[in-house]
């Protein structure tokens, strides 16, 4: 190997790039898993949004005003189901905000206090509106980081007013942190404001006290199904749904989505490895055909060997040695490479990829079984031969 230096670099690059394709796709693959699961813990896991359906029946009854979809009272009978954490209405609409010169269009919504332990919203700078202020319809509003910096860049935003609609709101707080939510907003962007003073200053609705839809939040630990069983029962008596109609509103399960958010990314985590296995077997049939040439060009070698009292088995676990030892040196070559891929893809701040130790195992277990059974055939081979036949060949 050390004589013929090009030649085992070149049977060993095959094996550089397999691991290397190997152990990267499976950092990727699992910490793409991590992710989702961290993304999906931040929306909590264990919600449900209740929101108003689109069959006809809720329409007949929307116009008759037997039923109004959701109401601020339907929150209020869901609040109180053992079932639940608890459970608030929201009221949302996109409306124009503007400070002074500065005017930006963004997403209101009209909330209750009770909000802000379901979402685990916490604050930052003042504080959130009680009760006392949703049942006064106070005209004040908390805001998103990313709001504050907008319109009270490097000014204390507490107790200054925010123009929505041109009805003027009093910011009372600040949210803490930042990241997409189950809507698809940022939490940095959000605008929180009493739903009464929405309902009063804002959204227009067809019937007093409706709300756009409802959160509720499953008890730690408790079954959500029950709980999906329980709100379901609750609406349609409020609703005075009988038994033959169907619903008039729909109950979206977060833990089916965070289901089916891992089964996807456990699938692409396979379909990752499986992508740098199939480099890994390209570079294990690259050591097969160099070994064989190998042995071809190293044939009066091996009578040599065998004829001063080398037994096939010398010569078989000779080359297999070799073809194990390339294969294993270029794995830890093709391991610290995927290990400063993976720094380089950190370092962008936009993807964090960590090399795990089950990722470094499997890449050296692989290497291992690819220097034997690629090695395997050219060391028999050249353990077949005769010693005249090789002494005799040129």
């Not at 449900?48 to 329409?59: N, Y």
């Not at 209405?89 to 209101?108: C, H, P, R, W």
Request: glycine share 10%; hydrophobic share 50%.
């Amino acid at each position: 190997m050390m004589a013929n230096r090009l030649r085992t670099l070149l049977t060993m690059l095959g094996i550089i790039i397999g691991i290397t394709s190997v152990v990267l796709l499976l950092a990727v693959g699992d910490s793409m898993k991590r992710f989702i699961a961290k993304e999906l813990e931040q929306l909590g896991t264990n919600m449900l949004f209740v929101s108003p359906g689109g069959d006809r029946a809720q329409q007949q009854r929307m116009r008759t005003g037997a039923a109004p979809a959701l109401t601020m009272a339907d929150a209020a009978a869901l609040n109180a189901l053992p079932s639940l954490a608890g459970a608030a209405g929201v009221l949302q609409g996109g409306f124009n905000l503007a400070v002074g010169n500065e005017n930006a269009s963004k997403t209101v919504h009209g909330v209750t206090p009770a909000m802000f332990k379901i979402r685990g919203w916490k604050i930052d700078k003042g504080s959130a509106f009680s009760d006392a202020d949703v049942r006064a319809a106070s005209r004040m509003v908390v805001i998103g980081k990313k709001i504050a910096d907008q319109f009270f860049y490097k000014v204390d935003p507490l107790g200054k007013y925010i123009r929505i609609e041109n009805v003027s709101f009093q910011v009372v707080g600040v949210l803490y942190g930042e990241g997409k939510q189950v809507d698809g907003g940022d939490l940095a962007d959000y605008v929180l404001v009493p739903i009464t003073a929405s309902a009063a200053n804002l959204v227009r609705l067809p019937f007093p006290g409706n709300v756009h839809y409802v959160v509720a939040q499953g008890k730690s630990g408790g079954n959500l199904q029950d709980a999906i069983q329980d709100i379901n029962e609750t609406l349609r008596d409020r609703h005075h749904i009988k038994f033959e109609q169907p619903d008039d509103f729909r109950i979206d399960n977060l833990a089916s989505f965070a289901e089916t958010a891992q089964k996807i990314s456990a699938g692409l985590a396979a379909l990752l490895g499986l992508i740098g296995a199939i480099s890994l077997v390209v570079g294990g049939i690259g050591i097969m055909n160099i070994m064989l040439v190998s042995v071809t060009e190293r044939t009066r070698e091996i009578g040599i060997r065998m004829a001063i009292g080398a037994k096939p088995r010398d010569v078989l676990l000779q080359f297999l040695t070799e073809a194990v030892v390339i294969c294993l040196v270029g794995g830890v070559f093709g391991i610290l490479l995927a290990t400063g891929a993976a720094a380089a893809i950190t370092s962008t701040g936009k993807f964090d990829v960590f090399i795990t130790l089950q990722a470094v195992v499997v890449a050296c277990g692989f290497s291992s079984l690819v220097g034997v059974f690629f090695g395997f055939y050219p060391a028999r081979r050249a353990s077949k031969l005769l010693p005249v036949d090789c002494l005799r060949y040129e």
